[in-house]
């Protein structure tokens, strides 16, 4: 019995190994979920706030001011309208294409060609080697133009105008011409899916239009930005930097932001396990005490704990520095006020 007895008076060389490997191991668990936590909050400062995703990035209080990544299909309240031409489409945006008949310039050889098409863009010909004969009209009378709709929404967050000219990824649109304007009736006839303005379709002539329009219409839609009151504004950093983005697709925060730091996993979870092996190795360094005051034993492995994360808290987030200091002190104060109180039991 004797023997025994002294098994729980003063720990094994093996029990207070165990126990400074258990403390230790909780320790370092700490410092690495804490080192983690600390650059994605170093991260968030640096775009300039915490930053919402999936669920928790829905329109309400709880998101106003803040950065928010929403993704979903986008919805269309006004389609995008064309008016000089009637020509409208129930997508974030309409592409009006205009496209001249025109002399282009080649060379082969080194010596010029001629030939004529259709390009989107004037040509000078008074730029050619052989002008004569091969003169282009100048400017266009028509412009292209994109014609984005006023009310686009994504998740639930209206986007502002300037974040629906971001929206990419035009694709070709057959309109319905049958309603044109009175005075574009007169000057342009439907062939194909386009306007043009050739009195023979078949052999068009220098300086002839024809106006097709194309259509950006994402099946779905991520978008970075900033809300305010419901609807999603460009963002910027600290210093300035627009930082707001607009993909095609869903794309997590990892995708739309590559650098920037991600977050522990279960860092909550982490951190109680942390705490639950750093509290065994105390026991078992005081296996002495492990049957009597296990409010003892936490109470002295928290303070290590709380000093090891608030100093990686420090000119990170000063409040949490001073809360886990504070954490640390209140708990020295309970291991040294239980401590004393077990040495008098012992003692009486």
């Known amino acids: 019995m004797r023997h025994f007895s002294g098994l729980f008076d003063r720990p094994s060389r093996y029990t207070a190994l165990l126990g400074v490997v258990l403390l230790v191991a909780g320790l370092v668990l700490l410092a690495f979920t804490e080192h983690t936590d600390r650059l994605r ?7 300039g706030g915490f930053v919402l995703t999936g669920r928790a990035a829905t329109p309400g209080p709880d998101a106003d001011g803040k950065l928010v990544l929403a993704a979903g299909a986008p919805e269309v309240k006004s389609p995008a309208r064309d008016a000089q031409f009637g ?9 009006r294409k205009v496209e001249m008949f025109q002399w282009n310039e080649t060379r082969f050889g080194g010596q010029p060609s001629y030939e004529m098409d259709w390009f989107d863009h004037p040509i000078d010909s008074s730029a050619f080697n052989k002008p ?8 266009f009378p028509i412009g292209a133009a994109r014609f984005d709709s006023p009310t686009v929404v994504v998740a639930g967050f209206k986007l502002d105008p300037s974040l629906v000219q971001m ?6 649109f057959t309109p319905d011409l049958s309603h044109l304007p009175g005075n574009m009736a007169a000057t342009f006839q439907a062939h194909d899916g386009t306007l043009v ?3 023979n379709i078949a052999h068009p002539q220098v300086g002839d ?3 097709s329009w194309l259509q950006i219409a994402p099946e779905a839609l991520t978008v ?3 809300d305010q009151g419901g609807t999603l504004v460009p963002a910027r950093n600290p210093e300035g930097d627009q930082i707001a983005q607009v993909l095609v697709g869903r794309m997590s925060l990892t995708d739309v932001l590559t650098d920037a730091p991600q977050p522990p996993r279960f860092k909550w979870a982490r951190r109680v396990l942390a705490v639950l092996l750093a509290w065994a190795g105390v026991a078992l360094l005081l296996a002495e005490m492990r049957r009597r005051d296990a409010g003892l034993t936490l109470a002295i492995a928290i303070v290590p704990l709380a000093l090891v994360a608030a100093a990686y808290w420090f ?3 000063m409040l949490a520095f001073a809360i886990l200091v504070l954490v640390a002190v209140l708990a020295a104060i309970v291991a040294l006020w239980r401590w004393r109180a077990t040495i008098s039991e012992r003692v009486y």
């Open 41 to 47: 909050a170093m991260g968030e400062d640096a775009l």
């Open 87 to 95: 020509v409208s489409v129930d997508a974030p945006a309409l592409v």
């Open 132 to 139: 004569g004969g091969h003169s282009n009209p100048g400017a």
């Open 167 to 172: 929206i990419e990824g035009a694709e070709p």
């Open 197 to 199: 303005t050739s009195a």
């Open 209 to 211: 239009l024809r106006i």
């Open 224 to 226: 970075f930005a900033r």
């Open 315 to 317: 000119e990170v987030r």
